[in-house]
């Protein structure tokens, strides 16, 4: 593996592990998009990138069509190996989810696209993309447990959205990983989703205070969780980063 690019909605996301890893932003290169560039290059050569979709309205860009156009731009000009879609996400307490918990996707797909007619439309609605055929071998050696990612446009959940989530085995619901990985598979690139809890879907709490404040935890164990991946993957020793 000699060039992994991470893409990622929000700064607090993204900053913890940016700053942990000392990557410095590449400003102005995705102008006039308002994606950001985060690079770094390691002794031996081989890169790592993250890719922020950016921000409109002073707030960042969360949502399937922002993370399609960073995807789009970022595999174009940087070509990378693999993919990593990085980031918070709903989970399920009937699952005996935790908050701040790491998952890695052990598949993809949408839950708010309900669009009528045969098998054909109902299969490219819902998505189901591959995932990256080493993310199994990466949650078994590091420890994660591994989930299906469910993405929507929306934080809050309607109940068709949860008949599809569970008729399908959905287990981390988020608003970008199948625009990621929509994208990844146009372009042939292998994804891996690493996910962070920030709520629970079925407690009972208000999605956004829930969410607002386990960001921080959440971001944090991102951060731990990607450090380990990295030097899993670019066989680095931990303590040298
Ligand atoms: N207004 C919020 C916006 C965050 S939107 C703010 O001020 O911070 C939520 C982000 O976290 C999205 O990028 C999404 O991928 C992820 N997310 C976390 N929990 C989610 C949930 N329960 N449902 C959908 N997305 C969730």
């Known amino acids: ?12 996301e993204a900053q913890p592990f940016i700053d942990a890893f000392g990557i410095e932003e590449q400003e102005g290169f995705f102008a006039p998009l308002p994606c950001r560039l985060y690079s ?6 081989t890169k790592l990138h993250v890719v922020l979709n ?5 707030s960042d860009l969360v949502g399937c069509e922002a993370a399609s156009v960073a995807t789009l731009a970022a595999i174009e000009r940087l070509h990378p190996d693999l993919v990593i879609n990085s980031g ?5 307490e009937s699952n005996d989810a935790h908050i ?12 708010d696209r309900r669009v009528p007619g045969d098998d054909e439309w109902g299969t490219q609605a819902l998505g189901n993309y591959n995932v990256w055929e080493g993310s199994e071998a990466i949650a078994l050696e590091l420890g994660y447990r591994m989930g299906k990612v469910t993405t929507g446009s929306s934080l809050d959940m ?3 959205d949860l ?8 287990e981390l619901k988020d608003m970008e990983g199948a625009a990621v990985a929509f994208v990844c598979s146009l372009l042939n690139t292998p994804i891996l989703f690493v996910k962070s809890v920030t709520d629970l879907c079925d407690n009972g709490a208000e999605t956004f205070e829930e969410f607002s404040k386990n960001l921080s935890a959440a971001s944090q164990a991102l951060r731990d969780a990607n450090k380990r991946i990295i030097c899993h993957l670019l ?3 931990e303590s040298n980063r």
């Open 54 to 58: 950016g921000q409109q309205h002073g």
């Open 100 to 111: 701040a918990e790491v998952y890695i996707g052990n598949g993809v797909m949408f839950h």
């Open 163 to 170: 008949q599809i989530i569970k008729d399908n085995g959905g």
């Open 40 to 45: 770094t290059e390691f002794e031996n050569g």
């Open 1 to 12: 593996m000699q060039n992994i690019l991470y893409v990622v909605a929000m700064q607090a």
């Open 235 to 237: 066989h680095l020793s």
């Open 158 to 160: 309607q109940p068709c």
């Open 88 to 92: 918070t996400c709903g989970a399920f």
